[in-house]
């Protein structure tokens, strides 16, 4: 068989038709195909006739795979690239629950390792893809094919072998931080799968905090516009989906009150705002909103008054003609003055408390909850409400008064103040 398949393995350059008798000639052979009948206890239909002749056929193609492996070693280059496609295109035509002789296919996995350093690219692309399925990624760290590929990610020159590399890794303990380091490789398209393998493959639930954070802010700020697409629309959408559709539970798993740039969050929530079919659905999905069109203090949380926050910002961004759908979820500026005043008071509630611990870090979401409701506050309607423009300017200035106790959110109230009264430079003298 390989002296009648000789044309073909002496074509290096990509061929139509060479691929078509590659990828016929491997499904024949799969066919033919089955754990060596001599290890099965197996009743058969003709008896020993049919069990011949699966013996035949598992010695044939068992034999045409050794015969790959021996001239993938070949000096010519096309005969090494078409045995290793021989052997992957063989390999991806058995069914997913096929058996290959335990021996058979630690050759194959040995030959293809030795072709993954090949100095060709495209040979080592599909040493690469051969290897696929011969992965045992509940080995760990004694995986052989795992380990060559991890090492292969560093030191790969070639992008396209390092996509198929990516393509092809199964994904544990050991390769995850490969294809993390990945979406940060040099070229667009090699990041691009990365993003699209973690989407696919890898559960929000299985990377720590920091990693979640790190892999959205850098796809978000990345540079190649089909990038920032696979973000918008895989990673972002298979993430919510991993948390049942909860907004909330995502914004958690990010831990916006320690995050190191709450912009990631706010972008990961201007993309989901962004997908939904209305603003209105979104004004009517918050439904944490009570009668009086605040959230109430006793479910105020940092998640919630993020999400609070951006969706405020989110409608007022479309325009006028959406306010009506802001007053739904925002009162009038005197009576969120007292109610802003309520939360900055609160910023070191009393205990009692389990340890030092708990209580510093009730604190910290204090701080972060009067954070967000000091940037909500300039996004209220001031136009046609002058008693109200000044009962909240008062609220800021009595926060400042008493620099010692809100020393960590005086910066914000600083910004606050300086947007609600714009140029007015006779409102800033008579505060000081």
Known sequence: LIKSLRPVMVVFKKEIVVDRVVEFSCKFLASLFVDDPAEENVEVENGDDTDKRQRRNFEFVSSFIRSLIDISNAKHKAIRLRSCQFLRSFLKSMGDDALIDGELCKEITRAMLKRLRDKVPTVRVQAALALDRLQTPEDGKDCPVINAFVQQLKAETSSDVRKAILGSLSINSHSLSAVLESARDITASVRSLAFIVLSQRISPRALSIEQRE?????????????????????????????????????????????????????????????????????????????????????????????????????????????????????????????????????????????????????????HFISRQLLKLSTSLDLSTDELGRKRLLETYKEILMDPVRHQSITASVVEALVKVMGNDGSALLELA
């Open 214 to 366: 790190t892999l959205l802010s850098c796809g978000l700020n990345d540079t190649s516009e089909n990038v920032r697409k696979i973000i918008y629309n895989k990673v972002i959408v298979s993430w919510l989906t991993s948390y049942k559709g909860s907004v909330y539970k995502l914004l958690s798993a990010l831990d916006v009150v320690l995050s190191s740039d709450i912009s990631t969050a706010e972008w990961t929530l201007e993309v989901i705002f962004d997908r939904n079919p209305s603003v209105e659905t979104l004004v009517e999905n918050f439904d944490v909103i009570d009668a009086d069109r605040v959230v109430p203090h006793e479910k105020l949380d940092p998640e919630w008054s993020l999400y609070w926050r951006c969706l405020v910002q989110f409608i007022r961004s479309k325009g006028d003609k959406f306010d009506s759908l802001c007053e739904r979820i925002l009162p009038n500026a005197n009576y969120f003055s007292h109610y802003l005043l309520k939360q900055v008071n609160n910023v070191h509630p009393e205990g009692p408390y389990v340890n030092l611990e708990s209580q510093i870090d009730e604190q910290l979401n204090q």
